[in-house]
């Protein structure tokens, strides 16, 4: 290549993206019976959102997780699955008070993405909702 200062703006460029990948998928379970009543509904319907903004870049969602691939991020943490959790939670404390010394499970979870992709920026938005039940 004639021009190096091309060449290490190109070679700057494909080593210094961004990738942000993920979901709250685990590896482990744990079965809990809700056939017995010894729980309540302590709040149906809480959700929590989490977003970043990128420049130059792509994102998509294949089901469980989004994706992004780009050359910078501009907006948020990149850790979408965990913010959106600790808001949903935040969600619930402000509306029902803490949760410390309590035996609450999620329930009913369900993630949504909301994508919006131009030629120049990309920006990934994560809602979690789940119900909350409290074991006696």
Same mark, same amino acid.
Request: with cysteine.
């Given at each position: ?10 070679? @700057? ?7 942000? %990948?993920? $979901? ?16 309540? #509904? $302590? ?6 959102? %989490? ?14 997780? $989004?994706?992004?691939?780009? #050359? @910078? ?10 913010? $959106? ?19 609450? @499970? ?23 909702? @789940? ?6």
């Amino acid at each position: 290549m004639k021009n190096p200062i091309l060449l290490l703006l190109c070679s @700057a460029a494909l080593f210094a993206g961004c990738t942000s %990948s993920g $979901a709250f998928l685990s590896a482990n379970q744990t079965i809990v019976n809700l056939n017995e009543g010894n729980y309540t #509904i $302590a709040a149906p319907g809480v959700s929590g959102e %989490s977003e970043a903004a990128y420049l130059l870049g792509l994102s998509y969602s294949n089901g469980f997780a $989004a994706t992004t691939l780009a #050359i @910078a991020r501009v907006e948020g943490s990149g850790m979408l699955y965990a913010e $959106a959790l600790e808001n949903l939670w935040a969600n619930y404390e402000s509306d029902h008070g803490p949760n410390t010394d309590r035996k609450l @499970a999620l329930t009913n979870v369900r993630y949504d993405t909301d994508i919006l992709n131009l030629i120049l920026y990309t920006k990934v938005k994560i809602t979690v909702r @789940a119900d909350i039940v409290e074991f006696e």
